[in-house]
């Protein structure tokens, strides 16, 4: 079984809608992570979180939120969603102890197109 | 502030001939490397990690990349290239005791038989 998983891998919405993005982890790392990737812009970070109660914003943070539910599951929103935010988007986790620089790990992504 | 560049959008090349995917960083102070790569419907998966040491880094795969402080580079390179190595390949740099890694843009790689 996949270390990194994340719900849906696929979805078609339309503007306007609110959709949740579901990220599960067996890792037992405390970090976790949510990116989106595009075409030419490479991975930007959108929110993450280093335990439960600790959540951050990355570079991308507008029109979208989290919740940590559990050390295992971190889910990004769309509250409504728009065009532009069509998109890969990957969750990934990392270890707590020790620097940043550890390896992050990452789920299979979901396509996300905003219709 | 921390950046990558990676200068090819896309490199193709034959099966069996060499590989160097270009990488160059900008940070202040030591940084931290890393390249990975993504095959299509994958997630990104690491290939191999600088942190400091022996500046030439074997990774997984046949991989190898270079630090060269000098240059500011991290190309990653590997000496005959498979059909099976076409994908996407992204330089990261993070920082010492920061929270994010900075990716680049990414280098399509096609392999032609």
């Known amino acids: 079984d996949a270390d990194v998983t994340q719900t849906p891998r696929n979805r078609i919405t339309k503007t306007g809608k609110r959709i949740m993005l579901e990220c599960s982890q067996t890792?037992?790392?405390?970090?976790m992570y949510w990116y989106r990737q595009d075409p030419g812009l490479g991975l930007r970070l959108i929110y993450y979180?280093?335990?439960?109660?600790?959540?951050n914003k990355g570079e991308i943070s507008d029109g979208y939120s989290v919740s940590r539910q559990a050390q295992a599951k971190f889910s990004l929103s769309l509250e409504s969603a728009i065009p532009n935010q069509t998109a890969l988007y990957f969750c990934?986790?990392?270890?707590?102890?020790?620097?940043?620089?550890?390896?992050?790990?990452f789920g299979p992504g979901t396509r996300l197109t905003v219709l | 502030a921390q950046s990558v560049t990676q200068p090819d959008i896309h490199i193709t090349v034959s099966e069996g001939a060499s590989l160097e995917l270009r990488c160059n960083y900008s940070?202040?102070?030591?940084?931290?490397l890393f390249w990975y790569v993504q095959s299509p419907g994958q997630g990104l998966q690491l290939l191999l990690k600088?942190?400091?040491?022996?500046?030439l880094v074997q990774g997984i795969k046949g991989f190898e990349a270079e630090f060269k402080r000098s240059q500011s580079s991290f190309n990653l390179r590997k000496p005959s290239v498979h059909w099976s190595d076409a994908a996407e390949y992204f330089c990261?740099?993070?920082?010492?005791?920061?929270?994010?890694?900075?990716f680049g843009a990414g280098t399509r790689l096609f392999v032609k038989a």
């Open positions: 990934a986790t990392q270890r707590g102890v020790g620097r940043s620089t550890d390896t992050q790990y």
């Open positions: 890792k037992g790392h405390d970090r």
């Open positions: 979180s280093f335990d439960v109660k600790d959540i």
């Open positions: 940070y202040g102070a030591t940084p931290y």
């Open positions: 600088y942190f400091s040491g022996d500046t």
């Open positions: 990261a740099v993070a920082s010492t005791g920061g929270f994010k890694t900075i």
